[in-house]
């Protein structure tokens, strides 16, 4: 199990703040995943960075471990 937190834009997409999921095995599956879900989540995942385990996945192809926190952050401007 994982478990999936979504910050400003992403939790309004998804409806949710955090779920957890069954271990998928890659950031591709985990993107498919959520977006079947939650269908809001198509046009604001791709620009959401993704925290595994507090680390950034930069490919989709990374495996994702079992029992770790996933963070959805989409852009956000500030200053």
Do not use: N, Q
């Amino acid at each position: 199990m994982i478990t999936v937190r979504y910050f400003a834009g992403a939790r309004e997409a998804a409806g949710v703040a955090t779920e957890r999921l069954d271990r998928p095995t890659t950031v591709a599956a985990l993107r498919d995943r959520l977006t079947a879900a939650h269908p809001g989540l198509a046009a604001v995942l791709p620009k959401c960075a993704l925290l595994v385990a507090g680390a950034r996945a930069t490919s989709d192809e990374a495996e994702i471990p079992d029992d770790v926190t996933i963070d959805v952050l989409p852009p956000f401007a500030g200053g």
